[in-house]
């Protein structure tokens, strides 16, 4: 069996008034704070990379299918917009710094931003960056472990939503292809 839990109360009493400053983080954190952080800002600047793309992808799609298609870039947009929000919050709480500059924001995104004018060729951009951002988040998860369950967790259901992204992208395909 599991040893029971048990938790010196009087050290964490005692540590949770010293450094107070430090707000969320405690002595509890396991993971090296500077580089979480560094890797959110990556993060970051990934998701608001995705945010204009999809932003650009929204206003300039024509023909037939743009409507459908416009819908969809433009809830992804949003989508994207959150998890941007969500990264920027959990780096304040860790004591950082968001990473707002828009100098060398596309060399820190992980996620490419192409200029492209064709309907397809624009989800084809999407769905790779989507899958740019399945595989980094992946790693991410794996490299945190146990050691941030908080930023993990959020990761996990940024993850998923990207890979709702991705299908979506797919199925679009799909369908301009069966036309
Ligand atoms: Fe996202
Ligand atoms: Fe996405």
């Not at 459908?68 to 994207?80: P, S």
């Not at 492209?116 to 989800?123: A, K, P």
Request: charged residues 35%.
């Amino acid at each position: 069996m599991k040893e029971p839990f048990r938790a010196d109360m009087e050290m964490i009493r005692r540590r949770a008034r010293e450094k107070m400053d430090q707000g969320a983080v405690t002595s509890a954190y396991r993971a090296d704070r500077e580089q979480v952080i560094s890797v959110l800002n990556e993060v970051l600047a990934t998701e608001i990379v995705c945010t204009l793309r999809y932003k650009n992808h929204y206003y300039m799609c024509r023909g037939v299918h743009g409507d459908t298609v416009a819908e969809e870039f433009l809830q992804h947009a949003r989508e994207e917009e959150q998890h941007a929000d969500q990264v920027a919050r959990r780096i304040a709480q860790l004591n950082g710094v968001p990473n707002l500059n828009p100098e060398g924001l596309a060399t820190r995104s992980h996620a490419e931003y192409k200029d492209v004018s064709e309907l397809e060729e624009m989800i084809r951009e999407d769905l790779a960056a989507e899958r740019v951002a399945i595989a980094t988040y992946s790693e991410i998860i794996r490299w945190l472990g146990d050691d941030d369950p908080t930023t993990r967790r959020m990761m996990e259901e940024i993850l998923a939503k990207e890979e709702e992204h991705a299908d979506d992208l797919a199925n679009l395909l799909q369908d301009l292809g069966s036309h």
